[in-house]
């Protein structure tokens, strides 16, 4: 446990973490009252065993690791700490980030601000139908199929506002903080949702999709009747198989002679079932009516498409 520099009185565990959360440089002393700051090489130390207990994270196997042994490794860091700090009465600035805080309530307006819009931001691709091609912001989709996404507009404001107090909440190294969570925002919340669908998702969340191998062809057989098939590959990741139908969201920015996806879907919905931690290539064909178009049209495809899967109390498209 870290001593007192002043007094000579070593801190309990208990003391010494609650002062761990202080955005205050200095750490008060609980007996004697003076400030400590910790030393460069308790400060090295801390950012060492972070990285040493988190580096799975960063390896491609801790995927299929459980959520709750990451947590655990995330937790038994943050409980360590009181152990490897060390108490000094002048302050020992590392990487240079000495006088870095100026206002800690805008900080504080910041951390609340920017969390708000990454769980706006998380939640709001996996549960609305997007765009073909939505209109991106900072990787925030600004519309949905029926318009304008109000979420998106929110998480936007958020995001911009807790830029403005981090800035003002610092003293140097704004512009660096600013783009470095900024990326952060751009890029965790794809990681957050893999990590969850990889790890204790359930059901048609734990169903991954790959679009990019999607394909539907179809081909006028006479004046009335068209054929089509359409095939796509799914993977769950969960320990149990999963059953779940499939229709086909129209999009009507997609301009086509015939509302295929309409009619496909009039033949739907379409049940599946994918096994236990596989992944499995699906196949659905079958025959429309098209006698009210015109004759002119005859066979043609698409590709790299989004679907809706359905379970009984649960619908999500997937991309």
Known sequence: MPTCQSCGKEWSWKQTFRKMFSLDKGLVCPYCGKKQYQTKASKKNMFYVTLIILSPLLLPAAIELKLVMLLSLFIISILSFPYIINLANKEDPIFGFSNLIKNKKYLWTFLTLFLSALFLNYIFP????LASSPRLILNIPLETREGINTIGIIALTLLLGSLVFLALGLNKYRVRLIILFIIVFM?????LFSAYQRTVAEGIDAISYDRDSSLCEYERVDGKKMVFNCQM???????ENVDFWIEFPEDKTMKREIPLAKLINENGPYEVMIPADRPRTVYIEGQLDIAEYEDDFQSGG???FNVMISSENKSR???
């Not at 996996?126 to 139908?129: A, G, L, S, V, Y």
């Not at 590959?233 to 320990?239: A, D």
């Open 302 to 304: 698409w590709s790299i």
């Open 317 to 319: 498209e997937v991309d």
């Open 187 to 191: 890029v965790l919340p794809s990681l």
């Open 126 to 129: 996996r549960n609305f139908p």
């Open 233 to 239: 590959t799914f993977e769950n990741h969960s320990g």
